[in-house]
């Protein structure tokens, strides 16, 4: 029989000899896919691949230097291993840190979100104005992202949730972010972040948050009906790049990951209104902040007074694909700003993984093992990037073992109508 998964957590899977005890409204109206932002990047049984293959027991390390929202850490911390993840993208940093918190005792979480729904509802049938973002915060959204009522709602639910002081405050917050993105924006998802055509102007925010916490509630029972006690897990508001700043030397045994590809993809945008409602970014400044603390993989996070190309001056291959890429701009008569920045996306993005592999050493036990998901791209002027071989390549001249590069899957790309690999580049590091 087909095993069952989590709604909140579809990073775990549940056999069919536990009782599934999640709400059917929202098993039907949630289904797992549309949860792909906040859990997925790669699927949860790649994790247990890599975990078995890599010889972890509980107690071990796993460390997710490009943790997203979490689902490396979310495998590890079920399967008793300590989880260590790193992530500069503050709402996606949020995300995965809550997601990883199952110490909840559902009668008085559920209480909680009942008494703030009754407080939120009272403020929105006596508010006089209509609630909504400053100047600054418009600015940084995609236009029509969320019609004026919805976010009027969200806006009033979002203080009565700090203003109720739960101690689950927290998972509100992120059952507000997920509920608003899914049920009460207009953004739609697929290669890219859009606005749809839908016009969603009268949406029930409510009712929407509260199922959405009702659907927490009811994965964190299931989990705490597995296991006692479950493994710590860490995560870190950093820059990958500058790994060796957070962790202490020697206490990784493995590593696994999946860093952004080279491409135009800006992932920042995924999560820019959650991002806005929830106050971790306020203006271009901040985004600014955050977009300089990432790995360089898009032009709109290339500035001025990048360098992590030096760590990448003595790879030809690289300084190939970026001349390549230049010349056939040239040849193409393209001007556009970000088409002058695409040769230089390719050298600062793998000359920040190098700096991330270089700074990563320190903290590895002996004989770690690595593996990092990454993809195959020709997203600039359909200009071919190999991006496992070239990492491998990387890795090696730093000093790590090339142990595999095993195939995932395969991807159609829409913009060269080619398909592109997905694999899984597997390291070791033997030591000094």
């Not at 107690?59 to 992530?87: H, M, Q, S, W, Y």
């Not at 090339?402 to 070791?428: C, G, H, P, S």
């Amino acid at each position: 029989m087909l095993s069952k998964q989590l709604l909140f957590f579809p990073d775990i899977e549940l056999k069919n000899d536990l009782p599934y005890q999640a709400n059917k409204v929202c098993e039907s109206d949630l289904p797992v896919h549309d949860w792909y932002r906040f859990v997925l990047s790669f699927p949860p049984h790649l994790v247990r691949q890599y975990v078995e293959r890599f010889g972890l027991k509980a107690g071990n390390t796993l460390l997710d230097p490009f943790c997203g929202t979490g689902t490396t850490l979310v495998e590890a911390k079920f399967l008793g291993l300590r989880g260590v993840g790193i992530e500069a993208n503050q709402m996606a940093f949020f995300a995965s840190s809550v997601k990883c918190r199952w110490d909840v005792e559902t009668p008085q979480f559920l209480d909680d979100a009942k008494q703030i729904e009754k407080n939120a509802a009272t403020s929105i049938k006596n508010a006089k104005s209509l609630h909504t973002l400053t100047e600054d915060e418009n600015e940084i959204l995609l236009s029509d992202s969320i019609a004026e009522i919805p976010l009027h709602r969200t806006l009033i639910l979002r203080d009565a949730i700090k203003q109720q002081a739960s101690i689950y405050e927290d998972h509100f917050l992120l059952a507000l972010a997920m509920s608003t993105v899914r049920y009460c924006s207009r953004l739609r998802f697929g290669p890219e972040v859009g606005v749809s055509y839908r016009k969603k102007t009268d949406e029930d925010v409510l009712a929407c948050w509260l199922k959405t916490v009702r659907v927490m509630a009811d994965d964190l029972t299931i989990l705490q009906s597995r296991r006692k006690m479950f493994s710590d897990v860490t995560v870190i508001h950093g820059d990958a790049r500058n790994i060796n700043d957070s962790i202490k030397e020697r206490t990784i045994d493995a590593v696994f990951t999946s860093p952004p590809y080279p491409n135009e993809k800006d992932y920042t945008r995924t999560t820019r209104l959650e991002s806005v409602l929830l106050g971790f970014i306020k203006n271009k400044d901040d985004l600014r902040q955050m977009k300089e603390r990432l790995l360089r993989s898009n032009t709109r996070n290339i500035y001025k007074n990048d360098r992590d190309d030096d760590f990448i001056l003595h790879h030809p291959e690289i300084l190939h694909i970026a001349e390549t890429i230049e010349n056939k701009r040239i040849q193409m008569g393209k001007t556009s700003g970000f088409e002058k920045q695409y040769h230089k996306v390719v050298r600062q993005y793998f000359g920040g993984m190098a700096r991330h592999l270089a700074g990563l050493k320190p903290v590895l036990k002996k004989n770690a093992m690595l593996g990092y998901v990454v993809g195959d791209q020709a997203s600039f002027l359909q200009v071919y990037i190999p991006t496992a071989k070239i990492l491998a390549d990387v890795a090696e001249s730093i000093g790590y073992k090339v142990i595999a590069i095993d195939l995932f899957r395969t991807r159609f790309a829409t913009a060269t109508r080619k398909a592109m690999n997905e694999e899984v580049l597997v390291l070791q590091w033997k030591g000094e």
